[in-house]
């Protein structure tokens, strides 16, 4: 798409008290197309912890402050290729034994421009897995049963990356 613009945004997350887990987001979306989310999270236990945009950017207060998922249009907790899910539902960040977790994915919902725009929100990670609306606790279809919240940031516009490399 010769002369199409290319939308660039950036999340640094910081431990929420004590946690340790801190981390990068970088977001970039071709106009018109799926939005590619790359990042690096440290400070993690081994094992799955929930990914999420939440509705608002004020930290204030920590991530308790971000608010619920960011969901626009109503609709039921899911995973990122769940056909029902929240515009905010990223899954989980998976870290190995080293405590890292590296994403790199393509999503259809999560857009940096327009009336449901990312911009100005927070990225949360959570102490848990998400169970993507599946398990059967009684805030699966809210939360995803994810858990306390160990890292956030609010995601801010950004000029093009020289690279998409996600290291602190």
Do not use: W
């Not at 790359?38 to 990914?51: N, Q, R, S």
């Not at 290729?81 to 994915?105: L, Q």
């Not at 999560?110 to 990670?125: F, K, P």
């Amino acid at each position: 798409m010769e002369g199409a613009t290319t939308h660039y945004a950036i999340c640094i997350l910081r431990p929420d008290g004590d946690s340790g887990v801190k981390g990068v987001v970088k977001f970039v979306q071709p106009e018109g197309g799926k939005t590619r989310v790359v990042a690096e999270i440290t400070g993690l236990t081994e094992g799955d912890h929930g990914f999420h945009v939440h509705e608002f950017g004020n930290l204030i207060n920590g991530c308790v402050s971000a608010g619920a998922h960011f969901n626009p249009a109503g609709k039921n907790h899911g995973g990122p290729d769940s056909e029902e899910r929240h515009v905010g539902d990223m899954g989980n960040a998976t870290a190995g034994a080293d405590g890292v977790a590296k994403i790199d994915y393509e999503d259809a919902q999560i857009q940096l421009t327009g009336e449901h725009s990312i911009i100005g929100r927070s990225v949360v990670t959570h102490a848990d897995p998400d169970d993507l609306g599946l398990g059967g606790f009684d805030d699966s279809l809210k939360t995803g049963h994810a858990g306390a919240r160990v890292a956030c940031g609010t995601i801010g516009l950004s000029g093009p990356f020289e690279d998409l490399d996600c290291k602190l």
